[in-house]
């Protein structure tokens, strides 16, 4: 089912920004102010920019995609994204654009709805300070069958920033943090499970 341009447009539009929406690199920006005191307004203009993007450069790599989204992430929030997400979202942005071209209004709104739906609200998990040596080994029991997610998932039930065990996920794009992954000067070193 083809719509007009103006609608297919629009539709392109709500996909792009429901993309970046549901990309938890971009939300935790926002969330936690990385691209100063205007962040918000900083994501919206994202949405415009990824799409005048696409709309400017009709046959795009993937790379090409993945930089340029990598670059207004550095530029605009002061963050490089390692966390394995930037293919995923380059490819999601990819594939609703090939849906524009063809004009395929359904296609898009599908897409766009799916995105949105798998959408996680996320939020950055607090780090304490480092333990001593004897608190570790002490834990060290309850620590090896528990793993705590650098990106964790809430619920109306769940309290942001608590730290919990979480389900094993099958999911290699969503990062963890182990035990031996946090640093002693309060950093938290995130790597993409393999």
């Known amino acids: 089912m083809a719509g007009s341009g103006e609608d297919v447009r629009a539709l392109f539009k709500a996909g792009v920004r429901a993309a970046l929406e549901a990309w938890p690199a971009l939300q935790i920006a926002v969330d936690n102010g990385f691209g100063g005191v205007h962040s918000q307004e900083k994501a919206e203009w994202l949405g415009g920019a990824v799409e005048d993007y696409f709309l400017r450069n009709a046959d795009l790599e993937l790379e090409e995609v993945e930089d340029f989204l990598g670059e207004l992430m550095t530029n605009e929030f002061d963050t490089v994204v390692e966390d394995g997400s930037l293919p995923q979202v380059s490819q999601q942005l990819q594939t609703l654009f090939c849906h524009f071209q063809r004009g395929d209004g359904a296609a898009l709104k599908e897409m766009a709805s799916y995105i949105a739906q798998k959408k ?21 029991d309850s620590v090896e069958e528990m793993e705590v997610k650098g990106v964790t998932a809430t619920s109306d039930a769940g309290v942001p920033g608590e730290a919990r065990p979480q389900p094993e996920r099958t999911d290699p794009s969503v990062p ?17 499970k393999k």
């Open 120 to 140: 996680c609200k996320v939020t950055a998990t607090a780090v304490s300070a480092p333990k001593e040596a004897d608190e570790i080994e002490a834990d060290v």
């Open 176 to 192: 963890t943090i182990k035990e031996e992954d946090i640093v002693e000067d309060g950093w938290t070193i995130v790597r993409r």
